[in-house]
């Protein structure tokens, strides 16, 4: 097997959140709720006029916008998600100037799609696994009985729900949520493509690869490459498949 | 996260059954799997059964970035953009051709990726408060559910009924009573195309850079343009001025993506601005001095290396201060370029003259077909006493500077300023000796950089310097520096006045000329890589518009003032003034019809029953909401838009456009070298029209109405056949690619030839030009060396001093006299930083319209930090004490742009906006001393209105200014009201009112609306400056 992996430059980074809007676009289809809250059956195709005008557009209490009602369209599971780390501070000094030591750094993360990933291990139902092609970690949610199990064993909450009160869900509830995740676009690698958040990054900080060829690749250019980030990704035993290149400053 | 609680989820699990059933309508869904919900499952090939069709965004982020849209059964299934290529190393493809992770020299067109903005453009277009067909307000303005649907007959004989009336008025009152932009001007436009007396009230504004073409008109030229784009990387250090690619490009796409490059090349950048964005912290590097020889000064001349933050801290709307600051700094160490000064510049040394080298007119047509304006005449010194009028060439003329307004004067005028007990001093040593201060002129030298750092917040030796990093980036060796400007602080009152600062910093340095310098503004006509041609929609009221060349101009800053008053910030006689000038002497035009000086001084001087804009969203984009809320009560209102926008709620009628998934258009950005089609990919889904019919449906019927004689034209294609669109598309084509090719070819290639339209469609619809570094376009190339290169202002040279503004003075409040005066506040105790206001002095802006300065300097904003203190050293903080209400703000507001929203657009979606709340972000000091803790809902309210939204701890955030980022959309809390004071009648006071509190977050309801510049030559930009609020958990009394 030809493991895969991410590179993502820190150095880089700027917390745009497009690898994240990247993914839900393209993975829409593969979302939780799909069949609870898509639109394609009725509101667009319905004929002109056949929605009911308060229901789209009104709040019944604030008679505004109904913003939940929008809301229901669009995959709720984050497969990618950024985070970021303030330090510092910026104070008043004497003279109301200004002394700043602030700074901040991004990160962001889908499945690392481990070498040992904890979920496969936690999963009761053994729905998830580790496929040989790329050594993408991918579900099945079919069998998933959304006991959360592997999200609790994940350092990064790769394992996704569309509701966080999926533990709420009777086992025979129709809208139960099933666990979903990065599949590392599969579809996409497998027809010569990038995945879809590292074909968006919008400032190139993103790759994707066969995780030695990407060692090699970011090692000629002269960069120091770390499996951690100190405080935002700390060294772990399932073996991530991510490489870092750290924010210098 | 976004919640669903469970009694939600199945109260839309049967609402969606409901519906479903009710519609009866199928699109393949199987509604059985519904009760067993699954989500597909992870392992499935990729769908290749979709049609990919080439696209772009088009909304007001500045960007134009590639979208790949795939089709799929007639709906657009996923959006991809431009960097969604097939790996290296498969297909054959080389990483050479591809990889664009280490291409420095930007020798092809690097990929224009979307944002995430772009990559929620498919639920935005499948929203379903997509409005779906005309709408009628049946009940009470503001009440959405008052709206019923209207065939499109009886929506465009409603709206034309309401425009005839308007037209009728025009007999009695000599225009329009109806107030529209330049969206909507196709409307409008046959009338006076066939009548040049024809005068309705055009909202008049460049909301984006109109600070800066203001700036640009005198300083240098309003056409001229900056060096190309990546002439950055010739430079020895960039100051990234008040930028933050990585929220808004400020027309330039991939200019996050230059900077990162810049700084992956080594070379040194800061960035100055009010808040810590990602482009100080990630893109900018920080940079030292070596401070110690330049000196000039033999007790402090141990060497000593400065170093200088990535981030500078700087209050907002203070910038021009800092500005003034570093060219002082530059000044007194004698590190200014006194060749290009006296040689290429006017108005900097007291008793500069110069023979006029300017390309353009004094007044009349330009050469390029735009007019310059003359507000009146100018006697030259001199025997000739010759007087330039309308249409005069100033090329030749003598101009000087008279006494006192040179900016050498003014910048050694802050030393006589700053504290009473030094006054009178007067510079003599640094300026000529270049060392060898003594000691009282150190003493001097500190108090100034003293005043303008307690104002700016910077300190006092990071001013210095960054003044001596930017003039010397080199060291000994000299070195050029950049400024990369952003658009913030030209949105403010003193926003013009800072980007002529700007430029007057880079020549005080001498970089304006120079490769990797340049003169410091970013413009509109300056995209891309500098090289597109004239712009055409410049700031000038008095521009060569075909559609609006004759109507009455008014800010649209401030326009709710006309519909509520009649009048808006300048004065009565002052207006009467500019809107004879504007419509006299114009192809046979003439003001005679307008009979305003009868107008009785107790009646509204303009009046607008109807008002019609589109797609502007323009209660959000005004400052001063409540305003605009009022206002849309009391005049007839008609809105173009896609969404129910809170604007298009308090609307009478609603027109719904359509989308551009669903026709062929092109898109550019002005004339930006960088043209796009956007093919369409799906069918029309609703009963909506394009933009353009539904202005020439409008035309017809008012035509029908009046029966005037108006040819209305041919109607644009609305659902052409193949072979029309063909046709059509070609012809557009043919326009819209040709605006930058001459500038590309003269500038840059002179074999340039651009793509045809087969060539054109074989590159998926996408037409880019680029400059590489090795081939810099340099603005204000042989400027230096050519006696006869002239810019386009009045005197052809940089000007320090403006002529041109001389003759247009503002209207000032006089302290000593206690009345607005016309003029320049000369007369009155010299203080540069604007009479302080305090509780006797009115509640107005020191100046309420025209130019304030023909020398070019730091003015304040009327609600300025300086307004916070009780003396005029800004040692003593009070707070700022509102003369209006009464009540102290200690806070001051700004309005960042966010990640999520392009102006308000996408405000909507969801899907975005579930991860970026709207919320007030303050500093940790602040929020303590305040009892707030991050998440807490609290109030951010001043005088003119009042927000119910999240807190945001952060100290990305000054101590002292909160940040609620700009174009959330408005919402008012169903119950709860809080008091606001408005000048909403004639008298010009103040009254308390109560208007609901905002829980949607528009910053706009915070901004004023009372300031403007001079509507008759150029405008003020978008209202997002700073001023006081105040931030509670409790509602304020």
């Not at chain 2, 003493?443 to 303008?452: C, D, P, R, T």
């Not at chain 2, 006045?497 to 340095?509: D, P």
């Not at chain 2, 003269?746 to 619809?765: Q, S």
Request: aromatic share 10%; net charge neutral.
């Amino acid at each position: 097997m030809n493991q895969w992996g991410f590179f993502f430059n820190q150095d880089r980074c700027l917390g745009c959140n497009t690898c994240m809007m990247a993914c839900k676009n393209w993975n829409d289809d593969k979302r939780g709720d799909l069949y609870v809250n898509q639109y394609d059956a009725k509101d667009y195709s319905v004929a002109v006029n056949a929605n009911e005008r308060e229901s789209i557009y009104l709040d019944p209490v604030t008679k505004a916008t109904n913003y939940t009602n929008l809301g229901r369209y669009h995959m709720k599971e984050d497969w990618r998600r950024v985070s970021t780390k303030e330090t510092g501070s910026t104070v008043l000094a004497g003279d109301y100037t200004f002394v700043a030591t602030i700074n901040t750094a991004h990160l962001t993360v889908s499945c690392n799609h481990c070498d040992e990933p904890a979920c496969v291990a936690a999963c009761p139902m053994g729905c998830i696994s580790k496929e040989q092609s790329m050594g993408a970690v991918i579900t099945n949610p079919e069998a998933c009985i959304s006991c959360g199990k592997c999200r609790q064993a994940c350092p990064w909450d790769a394992p996704q729900y569309y509701d966080v009160n999926f533990a709420n869900y009777n086992i025979d509830d129709p809208a139960r949520p099933r666990m979903t995740k990065c599949n590392f676009c599969k579809e996409r690698i497998e027809e010569g493509l990038k995945p879809a958040c590292v074909a968006a990054c919008w400032n190139r900080a993103l790759d994707a690869g066969p995780i030695e060829d990407l060692k090699k690749k970011y090692a000629d250019k002269g960069y120091i490459i770390t499996q951690t980030i100190p405080g935002q990704f700390e060294e772990l035993s399932t073996k991530p498949n991510i490489l870092f290149k750290l924010k210098e400053s | 996260m976004f919640k669903i609680s469970r009694r939600d989820l199945l109260k839309t699990m049967s609402g969606t059954l409901a519906v479903a059933t009710t519609a009866g309508c199928g699109s393949g869904t199987n509604y059985e799997s519904m009760y067993e919900v699954v989500a597909p499952s992870q392992d499935i090939p990729l769908d290749k059964d979709v049609t990919i069709k080439f696209s772009s965004g088009s909304y007001n982020c500045g960007s134009r970035c590639g979208h790949k849209l795939h089709v799929k059964n007639g709906r657009v299934v996923k959006l991809t953009s431009e960097g969604d290529i097939p790996r290296a190393g498969v297909n054959g493809v080389s990483a050479d051709e591809l990889d664009e992770y280490d291409d420095l020299t930007f020798d092809r067109p690097a990929q224009r990726r979307g944002c995430l903005r772009c990559y929620s453009y498919i639920k935005q277009m499948y929203q379903p408060d997509r409005l779906k067909y005309p709408l009628i307000q049946t009940g009470t303005k503001g009440d959405i559910s008052g709206f019923v649907r209207a065939s499109w007959d009886y929506a465009i004989d409603y709206v034309a009924t309401k425009i005839a009336a308007a037209v009728k008025r025009r007999t009695t009152l000599g225009y329009v009573p109806l107030i529209t932009d330049f969206f909507t001007y196709p409307s409008l436009a046959y009338s006076q195309l066939k009548d040049p007396q024809f005068k309705y009230l055009n909202m008049h504004s460049n909301d984006s850079t109109g600070g800066t073409a203001s700036a640009k008109f005198e300083a240098v030229g309003i056409t001229s343009i900056n060096n190309s784009r990546l002439d950055k990387f010739n430079s020895d250090f960039v100051l990234i001025w008040a930028q933050d690619s990585s929220r808004t490009t400020f027309w330039q796409t991939n200019n996050h993506w230059t900077l990162t490059k810049l700084k992956e090349a080594g070379i040194d950048t800061v960035s100055l601005t009010s808040t810590f964005t990602d482009v100080a912290s990630v893109l900018a590097t920080g940079t030292t001095i070596d401070m110690g020889e330049y000196l000039g000064n033999g007790a402090e001349a141990a060497r000593e290396t400065v170093p200088i933050p990535k981030w500078l801290p700087c209050r907002p709307t203070t910038d021009g201060a800092l500005a003034a600051a570093m060219c002082y700094v530059i000044y007194k160490r004698n590190l200014h370029d006194v060749d290009f000064l006296r040689n290429k510049c006017f108005g900097f040394f007291a008793g500069d003259s110069v023979i006029s080298r300017s390309t353009g007119n004094a007044s009349g047509t330009m050469i390029d077909g735009k007019q310059f304006a003359f507000p009146g005449s100018y006697t030259e010194r001199g025997g000739e006493g010759r007087t330039f009028s309308k249409g005069d060439p100033f090329f030749g003329a003598y101009v000087d500077v008279p006494a006192g307004k040179s900016f050498e004067e003014y910048i050694l005028s802050l030393e006589n300023l700053t504290t009473d007990a030094n006054a009178g001093w007067v510079s003599s040593g640094w300026v000529s000796t270049g060392g060898s201060a003594a000691d009282d002129d150190r003493s001097k030298y500190y108090e100034v950089l003293g005043y303008a750092s307690r104002l700016t917040g910077v300190p006092v030796r990071l001013i210095e310097a960054l003044a001596v990093k930017y003039a010397r980036p080199k060291g000994d060796a000299g070195g050029v520096s950049y400024i990369e400007q952003g658009g913030g602080p030209n949105r403010a009152f003193n926003g013009p006045e800072w980007v002529w600062m700007v430029i007057c910093l880079s020549a005080v340095a001498g970089h304006s000329d120079k490769k990797g310098g340049g003169y410091g503004v970013s413009y509109m006509g300056q995209l891309e890589d500098s090289i597109c041609g004239p712009v055409e929609s410049l700031g000038s009221a008095i521009q060569m518009n075909p559609y609006g060349k004759n109507s009455i101009f008014i800010p649209r800053t401030g326009y709710h003032n006309i519909i509520l008053r009649g009048e808006d910030q300048r004065s009565r006689k002052r207006m009467i003034e500019d809107i004879k000038f504007q419509t006299s002497g114009k192809d046979g035009a003439s003001s005679e019809l307008l009979n305003l000086e009868s107008v009785a001084s107790d009646a509204p001087l303009l009046e607008a029953d109807v008002m019609m804009y589109s797609t502007k969203n323009i209660f959000l984009t005004v400052a001063n909401i409540n305003k605009s809320i009022l206002a849309a009560k009391k005049a007839f209102m008609v809105v173009h838009d896609i969404f129910m926008t809170p604007s298009a709620q308090y609307a009478d009628v609603i027109f719904p456009d359509d989308s551009n998934f669903e026709k062929e258009s092109f898109t550019n950005f002005y004339e930006g070298p960088v043209l796009y089609q956007r093919s369409k990919a799906i069918e029309r889904m609703y009963d909506t029209k394009d933009k353009n019919i539904i202005n020439y449906l409008l035309c017809k019927a008012v035509e029908e109405k009046l029966r005037l004689g108006v040819d209305v034209g041919n109607p644009p294609i609305d659902n052409p056949d193949a072979a029309t669109q063909e046709i059509i598309t070609k012809a557009t084509y043919a326009v819209m690619s040709q605006p930058s090719a001459p500038v590309y070819k003269a500038k840059v290639n002179p074999d340039y030839v651009a793509p045809t339209y087969e060539e054109f469609m074989k590159n998926n619809g996408k037409l880019s030009m680029i400059v590489p570094q090795d081939r810099s376009v340099i603005g204000l190339n042989d400027f230096r060396a050519n006696i006869n290169t002239g810019l386009e202002n009045s005197t052809g040279r940089i000007n320090f001093y403006a002529p041109f503004w001389e003759l247009k003075a503002g209207e000032y409040y006089n302290p000593v006299s206690g009345k607005y005066e016309s003029g320049y506040p000369d007369n009155i105790t010299p203080d540069l930083y604007g009479p302080v206001i305090t509780s006797s002095a009115p509640a107005k802006p020191v100046y309420r319209s025209g130019w304030r300065t023909p020398t070019a300097r730091y003015i304040p904003v009327p609600e300025g930090f300086e307004r916070f203190f009780s003396d005029p050293d800004l040692k003593n903080f009070t707070g700022y004490k509102s003369p209006i209400s009464g009540k102290t703000y200690t806070l001051m507001y700004m309005t960042n742009k966010a990640r999520n929203r392009a102006h308000t657009v996408f405000d909507n979606v969801a899907v975005i906006k579930d991860k970026f709340k709207q919320c007030v972000k303050m500093n940790k000091t602040d929020a303590a001393a305040r009892g707030i803790n991050d998440g807490d809902m609290v109030y951010v309210h001043n005088d003119r209105g009042c927000m119910k939204i999240p807190a945001l701890i952060s100290h990305s955030v000054i101590p002292g200014t909160v940040s609620v980022e700009h174009g959330a959309w408005y919402r008012k809390h169903p119950t709860e009201t809080a008091s606001v004071w408005l000048d909403i009648n004639k008298t010009g006071v103040h009254e308390k009112i109560e208007m609901p509190v905002d829980i949607g977050g528009a910053g706009n309801m915070l901004t004023d609306d009372n300031f403007t510049l001079e509507p008759l030559f150029v405008d003020q930009a978008l209202a997002i400056h700073g001023g006081p609020c105040e931030v509670s958990v409790n509602k304020p009394d």
